[in-house]
């Protein structure tokens, strides 16, 4: 009996993404090398543009990372030390670490087990002298983010939206940062849409906030050498630029075809009692930056290895939650203390869902993991 040859499925195919795009990013590239404009100028002013107006937003800031746009939004919206600011612990470490390396204190709030995405109705609970509410579309899926505005209009608080995971996602009607105050972007190069390094953007149909963004993200100042407030260096490079203003057209076919595969792992996953597919809610339109499965009466560990021993790579998004860090020791939460996070940290497996697998590797994935819970 010949033993069949089938090639790894990876989280992430950047050759292949490559090559859809043919020609064009070289050229980009060298267009900008030959330019020597290389910080800012018109590749960034041109993405800059056409990155707010995807998102319904009247300015687009460009920065250096996801990072940096976090920590210069948040001192944007005036939030300095003694703050509270009310975020998820169900995220990537920077959307809480970037809270407290401005000074400011996290105020960690439970998320829905289902979907992995803050709760309005804890965050209710937590408002009190909360200055800021900072949600993560986390995998890609918006929160509830007019129950959010409201709850934040209502104790006087600014809405800053993390949507390092959301580009071009949408939910009721609103894109990932129509609704906010401020909302954040990371351009890492495993992002739906990522750059060739690092790179952000903040978007905001705020006058007065991105007036203060410009400054900040070059030391305070608008006239060469004149500094009106302390600021700091992190404008997004014309390179990176270029290469994003090469994938940003094409944003919207690969989140759509993220959106047909998530839907063919819904439908031949949705019916094992061992497995509970991350939610998509009924008004949403998710983007599938991570296609969240929770394995439930299994260890999703050992099936994680089942699964890697037969070439399909899932990878878990996070292992451990936001408050459990040893950095995040002294913001005084213990284990037990938010346990939708807790759970989903234990459960969770993301599996491949990039633009470039075809159905037969969705398929495969799909089987390789029904036979993974059951052994
Ligand atoms: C939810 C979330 N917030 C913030 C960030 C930080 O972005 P960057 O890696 O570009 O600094 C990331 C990126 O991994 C993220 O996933």
């Known amino acids: 009996m010949g033993t069949e040859v089938t090639s790894p499925i990876a989280p992430l195919d950047l050759a292949a993404e490559r090559e859809a795009l043919g020609p064009a990013l070289e050229e980009a590239v060298l267009r900008v090398l030959r330019s020597g404009q290389y910080v800012l100028g018109p590749e960034v002013a041109a993405f800059e543009r056409d990155f707010a107006q995807l998102h319904c937003a009247t300015h687009g800031i460009g920065v250096a990372s996801g990072t940096d746009a976090l920590i210069v939004g948040l001192r944007a919206l005036g939030v300095g030390p003694g703050d509270r600011v009310l975020t998820s612990p169900f995220t990537f470490f920077a959307s809480a670490g970037c809270i407290a390396w401005v000074g400011a204190r996290p105020v960690l709030c439970d998320v829905e087990l289902e979907t992995g995405l803050l709760d309005p109705g804890a965050a209710a609970s937590a408002m009190e002298g909360v200055r800021c509410v900072l949600p993560v579309h986390i995998y890609g899926q918006l929160v509830d983010v007019r129950a959010l ?143 969240g499965v929770r394995v439930v009466e299994a260890d999703r560990d050992a099936v994680q290895g089942r699964l890697s021993a037969a070439g399909v790579f899932a990878a878990v998004h996070y292992p451990r939650p936001v408050h459990l860090q040893p950095a995040a020791a002294e913001w005084g939460y213990g284990p037990g203390s938010l346990p939708n996070a807790e759970a989903l940290c234990a459960q969770i497996l993301c599996l491949p869902v990039h633009p470039f697998l075809s159905d037969a590797d969705v398929d495969r994935v799909a089987e390789t993991l029904l036979g993974a819970v059951e052994a």
Do not use: M
Request: with cysteine; glycine share 8%; aromatic share 6%.
């Open 149 to 291: 505005r409201r709850l934040a209009d209502t104790a006087g608080a600014t809405l800053f939206e993390d949507a390092a995971q959301a580009h071009g996602a949408s939910r009721d009607g609103l894109r990932a940062g129509e609704l906010g105050d401020l909302a954040a972007f990371s351009f890492y190069p495993t992002k739906n849409l990522g750059c060739a390094g690092e790179g952000g953007c903040l978007v905001t149909n705020r006058d007065d906030v991105a007036a203060r963004l410009l400054r900040l993200r070059d030391h305070g100042s608008q006239t060469k050498y004149v500094h009106d407030e302390l600021g700091t260096n992190t404008r997004l490079a014309a390179l990176q630029a270029a290469v994003l203003n090469v994938k940003l057209p094409h944003l919207a076919a690969w989140n759509e075809r993220r959106r047909e595969i998530a839907a063919r792992y819904d439908s031949a996953l949705g019916s094992s009692p061992r497995l509970a597919p991350i939610v998509r809610r009924a008004d949403s339109e998710p983007v599938y930056h991570q296609y």
